[in-house]
């Protein structure tokens, strides 16, 4: 868990599939374990005459951090077949097209910790405690989940030299006890991953919580995005998306 707190990290599917419906992930994972219509040149997603902004930052170490208040807000005029899209174009993910029918790229942004939700503050995160935003520095947030997990071996054989708890982390770690790490919770959207990524994910026993966009007869999945991981197979997906718009037509 460590890897999420140093760098954002990515959860890469090991084929190329297609997201019928898990395009858009938003998950919470613990240790042991979200124009007018004649202007045509201009880039637009169906109904949204704009492509939505990201509203992803980066801390200068490189982690991703999503505001997941602005973030959920920035699509609440969307059209609901369009919510998917917006919420992945505010998610910092990555297309191919303009019509926003291809991803690109996913995102993986931290969203809270320890339940609180965060954003970005310079080279801070804000812990978000109701009307209060918190500025804390991310190393400070290292250390105290790292001496948290660390705790709960304190009392063990483990401790035989009077360690102190963020060492005893540093113990634990190495000889693979992570179980420890039910002390600590981060929260994360995962946008833009395919199903079988999210299957994956949903299979782990150190994820906790899993909160996704329905895959099951939803106007938000009328028309979603495909993955394409590989761009020599995005003709493909290409051929194969006109050929079930042309079946869907005919029925």
Same mark, same amino acid.
């Given at each position: ?11 890469? #599917? ?71 899209? #917006? ?30 939700p965060v954003r970005t503050s310079g080279d801070s995160l804000d812990l978000l405690l109701g009307e209060l935003a918190i500025p804390v520095p991310l190393e400070s947030?290292? #250390?105290?989940? /790292? ?74 999945? /009328? ?14 997906? /290409? ?13």
């Open positions: 868990m460590h890897r999420f707190l140093r760098w954002g990290a990515r959860f890469p #599917s090991s084929k190329s599939s297609c997201a019928s419906g898990g395009v858009s992930a938003f998950i919470s994972i613990g240790l042991a374990a979200y124009v007018a219509a004649p202007q045509q040149s201009r880039s637009r997603c169906d109904d949204v005459p704009e492509r939505l902004p990201s509203l992803v930052q980066r801390l200068p170490g490189g982690l991703p951090i999503l505001d997941q208040m602005a973030w959920w807000a920035s699509a609440r005029e969307s059209p609901t077949a369009q919510k998917l899209r #917006s919420l992945l174009q505010a998610g910092g993910v990555a297309f191919y097209d303009a019509e926003c029918h291809f991803v690109k790229a996913p995102m993986v942004a931290l969203v809270a910790v320890g339940g609180i947030i290292r #250390s105290a989940l /790292k001496s948290q997990m660390g705790m709960t071996a304190m009392f063990s054989y483990l401790n035989r030299r009077g360690l102190e708890p963020e060492e005893m982390w540093g113990v634990v770690s190495k000889l693979g006890h992570f179980s420890v790490g039910h002390t600590a919770h981060l929260s994360f959207v995962l946008a833009g991953h395919s199903c079988a990524v999210e299957n994956e994910i949903n299979s782990q026993r150190d994820v906790v919580h899993l909160g996704r966009l329905t895959v099951a007869r939803t106007r938000s999945q /009328k028309d979603p995005p495909l993955v394409v991981q590989r761009p020599e197979l995005l003709p493909v997906f /290409k051929q194969v998306r006109e050929q079930v718009q042309a079946w869907t037509k005919k029925r």
